[in-house]
């Protein structure tokens, strides 16, 4: 099987983040898609219970169970793999993992008896956090024995940069409050997981100044966080206008050949040429006046030094389609 270099070869838990609606989910399945290839299987995980990757993928809301809801784009490199999705609740989560460490059958009806579920999901956020993120790193270290390793990557669609973080940290804290027993071995194989070479956060936003700076801080922020890595920035729904930097200059500054417009308006067929072109300098100049804000905010991005990928703007909804065109996009730029 022909392998390809990436910029994240060795990595099998990729955590995507970003500011609020700038394409999370979106750029989550497409990752998912993009690894799916060489029959390679890959876990799509939502970890906020929204059901945005059932939306994304066309399917009927997901169970707590890992379904397959996608093909990946075979290639020169072989047959499409496998992206297979699961919704994680914490919930859910703390009864699977009370089956295989305590070997509670059933547990679930006595515990929502008694009321501990309650207990979990509201009195402790913190356990919460670590539960989803156990469940991503129980799935990274899955192995069966026909095949080894059960995913080849997981990819999870995980919250906001304002709350990765802590998400990301919290089984660190819950490390320090358990000092002894399975819930600590529990939370420190996470972090094993998460603060390895492994794992990388990248960060998805779109070329506008407020999710920039929060791409920014969150990059800083993870700095902070001993041993977890910043991954790629996913530069979403980027529609470059084809100009020259010079050109863009003058149409910024409506320094624009008019009569030239005018004429190639008329080339083309259309009589009104002269009124024409003067509303299409109008709108190029402001056109051209976004794209130079959008290439100053693309420079702050590429000097935080981590790799930088541009995803299309996709016309209309998405679809699947869409999303094998952005999935191929992120291979061309090997993000995957
Ligand atoms: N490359 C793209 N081109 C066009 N539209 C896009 C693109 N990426 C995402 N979108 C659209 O933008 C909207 C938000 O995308 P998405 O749900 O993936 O964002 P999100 O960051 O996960 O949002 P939330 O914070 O609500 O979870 C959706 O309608 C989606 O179809
Ligand atoms: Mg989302």
Redo the contacts with the bound molecule.
Sequence with gaps: MATRDTDWDGVRLHVVT?K????????AGALALALATAGKKVLLMEVEG?Q?IAQLFDVPPLPYEERRVAVGPGGTDGAGGDVFALVADPESALLEYLEMFYGMRHAGTALTRLGVIDFATTIAPGLRDVLLTGKAAEAVRRKDRSRGRVYDAVVM?AP?TGRIGRFLNVSAEVSDLARVGPIRGHADTVQSVIRSPQTVVHF?TVLEEMPVQETLDGIAELKTLDGIRAGGIMI??ARPLELSPDQLRKAAAGRLDQHQLALGLKAAGLDDGENLAVALAVELSQQAKTAIAQRELQDRLAAAGQPCYE????NG??GLGGLYR?AAALRQQRAA
């Design positions: 970003g609020g609606g700038t394409g999370k989910t979106t750029v929204r945005g669609d906001p998805v979403n729904m995803l299309p703007w996709i909804s998405i952005l």
